[in-house]
Structure formats: C-alpha cells, structure tokens
C-alpha cells in the first residue's frame, strides 16, 4: 500500500470515527453555544446544543423561505395599485390576528424589537393564505401553480416543530429542502 493511500485510509477512518464519536451521548459537540465568555452551553449541556446544531439547519431554511414570502407578498401586493396599501389587501382575518398580534407587541414594548413591519408578524399559513386568496392579483404570473402553495402548506407542522424547539428527521429536512427547490426553481430561476 502506499504512503497516499495509507494516508488516505487513515483519514477517511479518522473521520468515521470522529463522526462516531460526536453521536455519543455526554461528548461534548465541536460547536460552541455561549452565554458569556466564561459560558459555553457545549460544556453544560452536550446533548441540548447538539440537538440545537442539529435543528439549526431547518430554522434557516424556514428563515430564509418565510421571509422570501413576505418580500413577494409585500411587492406584488404594492404592485397592485388599487388601495393605498398592501396590508388592505390582505385577508381580513388575517389583518385581525396580525393587529391583535401588534398589540401584544405594543404591551412588550420594554423589549428592544423595535418597531415590525406588519409582514413580519404574518406566519407561514397566514403568507401562504393571502398569496392563496390573492392569487389573481399577480400571485398567478409569479408563481404558476396553486400546487406549490400546498406543498408549502405541508411543511407547517414541521416548521412548528422547529420553532417549538423540536429536532426533525433527515427524511423530513429533505423534504423541506425539496420544497424550497420546488419553489426557487419555479419562482426565481
């Protein structure tokens, strides 16, 4: 055998065993989590920040989906012409429960949020909702398929259980991934 494949083997075990390691509970996790520099969560609590690495990926995606939502209702809404603000267009229950929304917040004022603009207090089913209900204010031309907002839809339940600090399966981050794809591939080429 020669040196690069002795090498080779070597790392490849190495990282099989590292890969092993890391899934033991109590091992400490490469990742840090600090509270202060002299807190590290990792070395409290491995399995908990583990677990917190682990769902970090699907919070992201959802991030990114969930605010890429509200840029393109906000817009095609704007766009629409016939009111003199995007929010009117809205659903109204929606509205509703986006301004009892506003008032819980203005009760939690002494927090430093800042003021939100009104599509950032939409969830996932209220966006998908309003572009559902919207659909021929120019949701139809950017999107094309009603069938996209219920793949969407199917993803609530798992976005919920992320944000309610749950870890999802690989099988279903593949599924949200695969309906981001879905989405971006349709929606901005």
């Given amino acids: 055998m020669s040196v690069d494949s002795t090498a080779s083997l070597f790392m490849m075990l190495g990282q099989t065993a590292e890969k092993t390691v890391a899934k033991i509970d109590h091992v400490v996790p490469k990742e840090t989590l600090t509270l202060s520099d002299e807190i590290d969560l990792a070395l409290l609590a491995p399995d908990s920040v583990r677990k917190a690495v682990d769902a970090s990926l699907a919070y992201k995606l959802f991030f990114v989906f969930e605010d890429y939502l509200r840029e393109m209702i906000v817009d095609v809404l704007s766009k629409e012409g016939t009111v003199a603000n995007w929010f009117d267009l809205v659903p109204g229950d929606v509205q509703k429960e986006v301004r009892d929304m506003e008032a819980k917040e203005e009760v939690k004022s002494w927090m430093s949020l800042g003021s939100r603009d009104k599509s950032a207090l939409m969830t996932l089913p209220q966006l998908l909702k309003t572009i559902d209900e919207r659909w021929k ?3 139809d ?22 944000c309610h600090m749950s870890t999802i399966p690989e099988e279903e981050l593949a599924r949200i991934k695969q309906t981001m794809r879905d989405w971006f ?5």
């Fill in 137 to 139: 204010e120019g949701f």
């Fill in 141 to 162: 031309d950017l999107i094309r398929d009603k069938g996209l907002i219920q793949e969407a839809r199917l993803l609530v339940h798992l976005r919920n259980t992320i």
């Fill in 185 to 189: 591939r349709v929606v901005a080429p």
